[in-house]
């Protein structure tokens, strides 16, 4: 049967990082701490067969710390700081060697005191995960640092704006919750998968990444070498939803290949798949104050946004969570003091939403409870306090292109909330793009068509295909007549990285100035490069968030069983501002996987602990929604403008689905504050009814 | 709730022949939910699987009443 034409990953021809095959290549295995915090005294390889190599601390002496944001990684571990960590690592010809080789490898270690919690772990005396940490330069920073020295905290990010103890005098009435959110674990398909050949002082990393030219400069930094001495390919990933950022495997399998003088791959299992990088649990406090009409005038959050053993973007996404949780929103005063702090757990960082989830989940479900105190409709009350074009954010920036009226009411519509309030919820967010950002792309004419090169990394959001309709578009050819390699720093123009639901946009505008390009010097190439300009001031949180928005809403009608606490979600549609769509069966299923992710988070998915260690390191005590999960009534919308920008949507209606839901149920009377909503939550909260 | 499924005759004869109205079927349930020795994990607490254990059994029998 022929398969030309027909999707790879549909008749299983598509190659995955965990494919690649060198001559010569061993297999990599990972000795790591079984103990949350313990200092390593001695690693004892004697036990590892001939015909091994064991990568041990003596080898790595010379390889500097790294991290995306704050260098505090260490390519082998002389502190474990989770159980998980990585403190030696054998390469060996098959797989099953080197993971009997390495369990073959005997570790002496002495346990220190740890902390599983990030409000603990401010708390004076709590355990000291870093003594010093320097700052990261580079792109992956768009943001100062503010780690509080001698502390747990490797990031406070503040806002402030206006004066909030005035406000709160001028408020009729204030409220005061306290939200909590789990861990969770991406759980893509694909593990990570990554192999390292060094060649006459050149090293060369196959690896599934979404972040490729972050992933250079933070390897060649540790290792001592120019960029352009390290190159990056990055190959199609089945899944990733930021589990595969910045360097995870990249360093140590680098180290194991120089070691081993042959090129070495690694291919995690499941379980550690569990310990690698997964999403930041928080405990959000949020007050706010309002006339007795329902006009917001007063707002403070603190968040403590756990961010495990190493910072990774954790100061990122403290900041991005940060001014969600202020919401879309006139509020003239606000306060907001989000920190990223080290806790003995598994590293967390990037994950679809990027923080938005917990903000919005603690915020939105205020706004409900707020509306209750008052006695306004929680439909009507935001409605009241809703930004408008040319209104300013907490941020300082004044909005444009806003959108946040009409996502709430596509929301509520589809619901018929306003016919029947009760067991229903609505949720309404603003989430910031990467700014600022750099994308540039290639463009060649072949004798077939065009040659388009994008370090744009796919991971089953076609984002390959975006591009090919928006220079298929613009050349005047067909879509199939444009090739777009696999992103390879050697010879792909540098893009910021493939997070933020950014590329369409951001590649679709680098695009129109490559195509303008070749048009302009004979039709045979041109390049084609546009930033974003912005960022905050980390202190006042003043400045550029985003220099567009992604704008969305969800609602959610629910039913509960109240002997039980077992609740049926009932419907939930998720509306996302898409501006201008370009392919649009795509938009529609990030909408759809976007909400099914956020569905998880509402229900079931959580990390469990004991004494640091993941107990639910498996898919099936960690459970990801399947389809006999999903509501009867799962829909969603797309919401367009004649001659607007295109928006990213791949992560907007993921964070409004939990809050949707808390809120079906707080319309009960049945209130919720800590994330998932299981049966045992749900009954308690109808015990304190 | 166990490995195997929990039944307890005992529990049901003590009904002894009298109608199997709501308030037996509560009481039934009950006693089911002071046999069973449930574990508490991450699935849910052992006074929750007990609790429920009462309604379900409970609503089983009504289910057949």
């Not at chain 1, 949350?36 to 067969?49: E, I, K, L, M, T």
């Not at chain 1, 990394?457 to 578009?473: F, K, N, P, T, Y």
Request: glycine share 10%; aromatic share 6%.
């Amino acid at each position: 049967m022929s398969t030309i034409g027909l999707d790879p990953r549909v008749v299983g021809t598509q190659r995955y990082s965990a494919h690649v095959q060198r001559p010569g290549m061993w297999h990599a295995a990972f000795v790591r701490s079984p103990h949350a915090h313990a200092r390593v005294d001695r690693v004892d390889a004697s036990g590892v067969p001939d015909g091994c190599v064991a990568l041990l601390p003596e080898d790595v002496a010379d390889v500097a710390r790294y991290g995306c944001q704050a260098r505090d990684q260490h390519v082998l571990a002389g502190v474990a700081r989770y159980a998980g960590d990585i403190v030696a690592a054998v390469a060996a010809p098959t797989r099953a060697a080197a993971r009997a080789a390495a369990a073959a490898v005997a570790v002496d270690y002495s346990e220190l005191p740890a902390v599983f919690d990030a409000v603990e772990a401010v708390a004076p005396g709590a355990p000291l995960l870093h003594a010093t940490t320097a700052e990261s330069a580079g792109e992956a920073v768009s943001i100062g640092v503010r780690p509080l020295p001698g502390t747990n905290v490797c990031h406070r990010f503040g806002i402030r704006h206006g004066d909030v103890a005035a406000g709160f005098a001028e408020a009729d009435v204030a409220i005061q919750r306290e939200f909590r959110t789990p861990g969770a674990a991406h759980a893509p398909m694909e593990p990570h998968a990554t192999l390292a050949e060094w060649e006459d002082g050149r090293l060369t990393l196959v690896t599934g990444t979404q972040t490729p030219f972050n992933l250079r400069a933070d390897v060649a930094l540790a290792f001592g070498m120019p960029d352009e001495d390290v190159r990056v390919v990055a190959p199609p990933m089945g899944g990733s939803f930021g589990a595969k950022t910045f360097v995870r495997l990249e360093a140590v399998v680098a180290a194991l290949a120089r070691k081993a003088g042959r090129p070495v791959k690694a291919v995690l299992d499941r379980t550690e798949e569990f310990l690698t990088l997964n999403r930041h649990p928080a405990t959000i406090r949020v007050r706010v104050g309002a006339r007795r009409d329902g006009t917001l005038v007063a707002k403070e959050l603190d968040c403590w946004v756990d961010t495990g053993a190493y910072a990774d973007c954790g100061p990122g996404v403290a900041t991005k969570l940060g001014y969600a949780g202020v919401g879309p929103y006139r509020i003239p005063h606000v306060r907001v003091d989000s920190l990223a702090v080290y806790t003995n757990l598994p590293p967390n960082g990037a994950y679809r939403g990027y923080g938005a989830m917990q903000s919005v989940w603690a915020s939105e479900r205020t706004m409900d409870a707020l509306a209750g105190e008052l006695g306004i409709s929680p439909l009507e009350l935001r409605r009241r306090n809703l930004l408008r074009d040319g209104d300013t954010f907490a941020t300082g920036e004044v909005m444009h292109d806003v959108h946040f009226d009409e996502c709430l009411g596509a929301a509520a519509a589809a619901v018929g909330y306003e016919d029947d309030p009760r067991g229903a919820g609505l949720c309404v967010l603003l989430k910031g793009m990467q700014t600022p950002s750099r994308a540039a792309i290639s463009v060649e004419r072949t004798p077939v068509g065009y040659v388009v090169r994008s370090a744009s990394c796919e991971m089953g959001q076609d984002v390959r295909g975006s591009i090919r309709l928006m220079a298929a578009e613009q050349l005047g050819c067909e879509p199939g007549q444009i090739e777009i390699p696999d992103p390879d720093t050697d010879t792909t123009p540098f893009d910021t990285r493939t997070t933020s639901s950014r590329s369409t946009h951001m590649m679709g505008r680098a695009l129109v100035e490559a195509v303008r390009d070749l048009r302009a010097n004979g039709g045979e190439r041109g390049f084609g490069e546009v930033r974003n300009e912005g960022g905050l001031d980390p202190d006042t949180g003043q400045g550029i968030a985003s220099t567009h928005w992604h704008q969305g809403a969800a609602a959610a009608r629910v039913r509960v069983d109240e002997e039980t606490g077992r609740m049926t979600v009932e419907h939930v549609h998720g509306v996302a501002y898409a501006g201008r769509v370009v392919d649009r069966t795509g938009a529609e299923l990030q909408n759809e996987g976007a909400m099914t992710m956020g569905l998880g988070t509402a229900l079931f998915e959580a990390l469990e602990f004991a004494d640091g260690q993941v107990a639910n390191a498996n898919l099936s005590d960690y459970n990801v929604p399947a389809a006999g999960d999903l509501p009867a009534r799962f829909t969603h919308e797309l919401i367009e403008r004649e001659g607007a920008e295109a928006h990213g949507l791949g992560e907007t209606v993921l964070p409004p689905v939990p809050a949707a839901i808390g809120n079906a149920l707080h319309s009960l009377g049945i209130d919720v504050f800590e994330l998932p909503l299981t049966p045992e939550r749900v009954l308690e909260a109808i015990d304190r009814r | 709730m166990a490995g195997r499924p929990q039944a307890f005759p005992d529990v049901c004869a003590d009904a002894g022949g009298a109608p199997l109205d709501r308030a037996l079927a509560t009481e039934i349930g009950r006693r089911y939910a002071e046999r069973i020795a449930p574990i508490s994990d991450a699935r849910g607490s052992a006074e929750y699987r007990r609790r429920v254990v009462a309604v379900e059994v409970r609503r089983a029998l009504e289910a057949i009443a």
